[in-house]
C-alpha cells in the first residue's frame, strides 16, 4: 500500500533515482507570429521520427536548493513501504498564493498505477490548507506524457517561454511549457 507523507528531507539517493528523465514518440511543435495587431502562439502535436530521449543529471548546486524547499514543508513522498517510489518538491510564493512544483517523478517501476495521482491530490490539499489558490508546474513542449498527466489531474497549459532555457529554444528544440491548476 502507497502513503503519501511530508517530507522531512531529501535524500540525495532518493532524488537522483527518481529524477531520470523521459522518452517521447511525439512533441508538440511552437510556432510564433507576431505583428502589430495580434501575436499568437500555437503549440501542434506532431509525431518524431526518432523518440526524443532527456535525461537529467541533479547536480550538487540543484540538490541543495531542492533540499533548501524541502525544509519549506510543502513537499510529498509517496512511499511503497520504506521506499520512496514518488516524489513532489513545491514551494509556496506568498506574494501571489501560488505553489510552484519544482519537480515531481513517479518511480518507473510504480507509473500507471494511480501513484502520481494520488500524489497530486494530496499536494492540492496541503496547498489549499496553506491559503494558496494556484499550483503551477514547468515541463517541456517534448514532454508530452508530463503534460497529459498534468491535464488528467486538472492543470491546463497557462503560458509558454520561447526562451526559457537557452536563447535557441525554438530551433533547439525545447520550448517551456507552464500549467496551472487553480485551487
Not at 521520427?49 to 536548493?65: I, S
Not at 506568498?94 to 495521482?117: E, P
Request: aromatic share 10%; charged share 25%.
Amino acid at each position: 500500500m502507497i502513503e503519501i507523507r511530508t517530507l522531512q528531507r531529501l535524500e540525495v539517493d532518493d532524488i537522483r533515482r527518481l529524477n531520470v528523465g523521459y522518452i517521447s514518440p511525439v512533441k508538440y511543435v511552437v510556432k510564433k507570429s507576431e505583428s502589430h495587431q495580434q501575436t499568437l502562439i500555437s503549440l501542434d502535436l506532431v509525431p518524431l521520427d526518432q523518440p526524443y530521449v532527456k535525461q537529467w543529471e541533479t547536480d550538487d548546486e540543484e540538490l541543495a536548493r531542492l533540499q533548501r524547499v524541502v525544509t519549506e514543508g510543502l513537499s510529498l513522498g509517496a512511499f511503497d513501504s520504506a521506499q520512496m517510489v514518488g516524489i513532489a518538491i513545491a514551494q509556496a510564493y506568498r506574494w501571489n498564493r501560488s505553489l510552484w512544483v519544482w519537480d515531481f517523478h513517479i518511480a518507473r517501476t510504480h507509473q500507471r498505477q494511480g501513484i502520481g495521482k494520488q500524489l497530486m491530490e494530496a499536494l492540492a490539499d496541503k496547498a489549499r490548507q496553506a491559503g494558496l489558490r494556484v499550483m503551477v508546474c514547468e515541463t517541456q513542449n517534448t514532454n508530452v506524457s508530463a503534460i497529459t498527466f498534468y491535464r488528467r489531474v486538472g492543470y491546463e497549459i497557462d503560458g509558454v517561454d520561447l526562451s526559457y532555457y537557452t536563447n535557441r529554444d525554438m530551433t533547439d528544440f525545447e520550448v517551456a511549457i507552464f500549467m496551472k491548476r487553480k485551487l
